[in-house]
């Protein structure tokens, strides 16, 4: 087996974690670090984390989250939020900024630039929202491969309330909206119905198809 897909098999949508253990800075860091390197439409990144510590916040989202016990056991809590609507100012602000760091500025690139804020406004704030959101997805999936290099459980999370954990994080004044959790922390050693059962995937010829 190699090493990813081994990864890949210990990994699971951890159910009990042991409040006791916390994930080391240096783990936490390497799994932000790979969600800030997740590719984005157009380079956008139209996504923010939220690593949440507090206790008395995480209580308040448990109660939203269908009173899911991982909430406030995990070690860090992480909310993926995405922009609300894909703005000129934003789009502007990641594209002066990658000039500004490239040190240069293009012709076809500035053209791209029009070509895209034309088109984002076209199509509407709610479908822009729909495309930050996957976005945050792609982070989510790249958060749950690093956090199995790292050893680390986690869990994804869409079992919440969106509007009130909007409310919660105050996430309505930074015009973003919640859209996907990750609890991260380690399993704990008994008491997980999950950690024994087998994982439950289609076998291949019913998932891959091959056009040659
Ligand atoms: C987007 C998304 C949302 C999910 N929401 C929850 C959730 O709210 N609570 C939970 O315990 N598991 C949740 N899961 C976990 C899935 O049920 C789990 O990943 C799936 O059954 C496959 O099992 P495995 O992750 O253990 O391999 C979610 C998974 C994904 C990808």
Known sequence: MTDIIEKLNWR???????????V???KLERILESIRLA????????FEVFVVT????????????YDQQQVVDCSHLLVFAAWDDMTPERVN??????N?????VNEGWEAYRKQLLGMLAARGQEINFQSAAKQAYIGLGIAMVAA???????TPMEGFDPNVLDELLNLKERNLRSVVMLPLGYRAAEGDWLVNLKKIRRDREHFITEIK
């Open 12 to 22: 699971y949508a951890t159910k009990k974690y042991d409040p006791a253990k916390s």
């Open 24 to 26: 080391p800075a240096d």
């Open 39 to 46: 590719p984005t439409t157009s380079g956008l990144q139209p």
């Open 54 to 65: 507090n206790p008395a916040i995480r209580s308040k989202i448990k109660d939203i989250s």
């Open 93 to 98: 602000m990641m594209f002066d900024l990658t």
């Open 100 to 104: 500004e760091q490239r040190g240069t």
């Open 148 to 154: 199995s290099f790292e050893g680390v459980d986690c």
